[in-house]
């Protein structure tokens, strides 16, 4: 026999889906200001369709990184924004809380070691005395103090280079670094191009699962206007997430061959890269959230570890569940 709460999730996730909870019709005029990282999820509701079934006036305005998500987040310019794992985190530890709304996993990461040309690493044991970058408050950081756990290395046994998330690809280019966590498609375009090569290291690819968030400013979860217009949005990315699984391809064309000018074989080479997209409730996100929190403030980025659960809104679990 389901349990009450498997039947109370199940009976809103009905109606949510037949328009029934009145609460969660978008009032005409909504804005909905979310902000997006190389327009990831602007291409992905517009590849799936998706963006034709959202009802708000929403804006995707385009972010380098989750520092810049962060400020723009605490000027009250965003109502909801598309993160790496670590800036809640940090974010939190500031003493500014940001609810998660919603976790999307991949069962490999999407970060990569790369090395800058001339330098190969075969163990993340030859990490040891190298320039790395370093850019606290984002998800690279968190993965990069896991490869060195992984080696018996701590920060302090690299030299920590200070960069902005588009300064990564030159930074391999010049050799100003010798080592930068990097993402697809820099990590291909730069190994054809300046003979750039990733770690092959076989545990540096096994570190972490790829996470991502979507997070809110809490007075916009407050709105019920808002909070409506972030349950349509999320239903629909949730199923554009769905999408783009069963649609590889199609998504790969879409969004790197066709969007970011990478060439057809290349694409191939990181969609085969790619684990799938995986909307998480926050119960599922809490253990994995608390594994990133743990790991930060062993390494001493964080004044002391907290409780995961505290950073995650439960309000759009039904959707998720109801969608994915």
Do not use: C
Request: glycine share 8%; net charge negative; proline share 6%.
């Amino acid at each position: 026999m389901p349990s009450m709460t498997t039947t109370l999730r199940t009976l809103a996730a009905s109606l949510l889906l037949a328009g029934g909870a009145m609460a969660q019709t978008v009032p005409e005029g909504t804005r909905l200001v979310v902000g997006d990282q190389s327009e990831l999820i602007r291409n992905l509701l517009a590849a799936s369709g998706e963006d034709e079934k959202i009802t708000s006036e929403l804006e995707l305005p385009n972010f380098a990184g989750g520092p810049a998500i962060l400020e723009a987040m605490r000027a009250g310019a965003l109502d909801l924004a598309y993160v790496g794992d670590t800036p809640p985190i940090q974010a939190r530890a500031s003493g500014t809380l940001l609810p998660i709304v919603v976790s999307v996993s991949r069962e490999k990461s999407e970060y990569i070691l790369t090395s800058r040309p001339g330098l190969k690493i075969d163990d993340l044991a030859d990490l040891r005395g190298k320039r790395v970058s370093y850019i606290e408050g984002s998800g690279r950081q968190v993965f990069l103090i896991e490869a060195l756990n992984r080696a018996g290395l701590t920060l302090d046994d690299v030299t920590p280079v200070p960069l902005r998330v588009a300064d990564l690809p030159d930074a391999i280019r010049t050799g100003s670094v010798d080592v930068a966590v990097l993402q697809e498609p820099h990590v291909t375009r730069l190994t054809k191009q300046i003979g750039a090569a990733a770690v092959s290291d076989p545990r540096e690819r096994e570190l972490l699962p790829g996470t991502w968030y979507i997070y809110a400013r809490p007075e916009a979860l407050a709105d019920p206007a808002k909070h409506a217009a972030i349950g349509e949005f999320l239903a629909a990315a949730t199923r554009a997430a769905g999408w783009s699984n069963e649609h590889r391809e199609e998504w790969g064309k879409e969004y790197y061959t066709d969007f970011q000018r990478i060439p057809a074989e290349d694409t191939a080479a990181i969609l085969a890269s790619q684990s799938l997209m995986e909307f998480q409730t926050s119960a599922e996100a809490i253990p994995h959230h608390q594994r990133l929190i743990d790991t930060l403030a062993q390494a001493g980025e964080l004044p002391e570890a907290f409780d995961a659960k505290g950073s995650f809104s439960s309000d759009f679990d039904a959707v998720i569940e109801a969608e994915r």
